[in-house]
T-cell receptor
Framework: NAGVTQTPKFRVLKTGQSMTLLCAQD?????MYWYRQDPGMGLRLIHY???????AKGEVPDGYNVSRLKKQNFLLGLESAAPSQTSVYFC???????????FGDGTRLSIL | DQQVKQNSPSLSVQEGRISILNCDYT??????FLWYKKYPAEGPTFLIS?????DKNEDGRFTVFLNKSAKHLSLHIVPSQPGDSAVYFC???????????FGAGTQVVVTP
């Protein structure tokens, strides 16, 4: 009963490095989301997808790219990491509309 | 520009008493609201929701109240239990894509 799985759980990067965060869901949800959580700011939407092969920008998309090649996977990429991208990243999936989203346990990313 | 605000970062309550968490919003287009609960090192989990056509929704010990004219909602937990110690986020949406705006969260500590 995995639900939403995020890989990796922790990562430390140097400024300028690149990396990809992986999100996998086994609930056959059409919609998937990437958020970041920073102290005092709640969760902010980075990018989202309304189905396989689709992506759209959220509230804070700059510096990130995403891909949804398979329905169950949603990848978040940082091409050139910056210290301002130090955060906890959450992936979520759901049926869209006003339905609740199911979250992974997060990836804690530190950029030095 | 945070459209959803939880002005109390923390709340301490005795076991058995009522916990009242508040959430204010500025966007009058929001018409669906959710509360999530989050434990450390885990992702948020859905708790309860309310649509703008209602002013109250109840689920066991949890009740959410919505005052549209005041753009205010609250979550009541009665009676509070030690397992309720967590961070609570309110979230609001105005569209059909599942895009929610989250508040910064309120840390609840239930003491014996």
């Amino acid at each position: 009963n995995a639900g939403v799985t995020q890989t990796p759980k922790f990562r430390v990067l140097k400024t300028g490095q690149s990396m990809t965060l992986l999100c996998a869901q086994d609930m056959n949800h059409e919609y998937m989301y990437w958020y970041r959580q920073d102290p005092g700011m709640g969760l902010r939407l980075i990018h989202y997808s309304v189905g396989e092969g689709t992506t759209a920008k959220g509230e804070v998309p700059d510096g990130y790219n995403v891909s949804r090649l398979k329905k169950q996977n949603f990848l978040l990429g940082l091409e050139s990491a910056a210290p301002s991208q130090t955060s906890v990243y959450f992936c979520a999936s759901g049926d869209g509309g006003f339905q609740p989203q199911h979250f992974g346990d997060g990836t804690r990313l530190s950029i030095l | 520009d945070q459209q959803v605000k939880q002005n109390s970062p923390s709340l301490s309550v005795q076991e058995g008493r009522i916990s009242i968490l508040n959430c204010d919003y500025t966007n009058s287009m929001f018409d669906y609201f959710l509360w999530y609960k989050k434990y450390p090192a885990e992702g948020p989990t859905f708790l309860i929701s309310i649509s703008s056509i209602k002013d109250k929704n109840e689920d066991g010990r949890f009740t959410v109240f919505l005052n549209k004219s005041a753009k205010h909602l609250s979550l009541h937990i009665v009676p509070s239990q030690p397992g309720d110690s967590a961070v609570y986020f309110c979230a609001a949406s105005a569209d059909s894509w599942g895009k929610f705006q989250f508040g910064a969260g309120t840390q609840v500590v239930v003491t014996p």
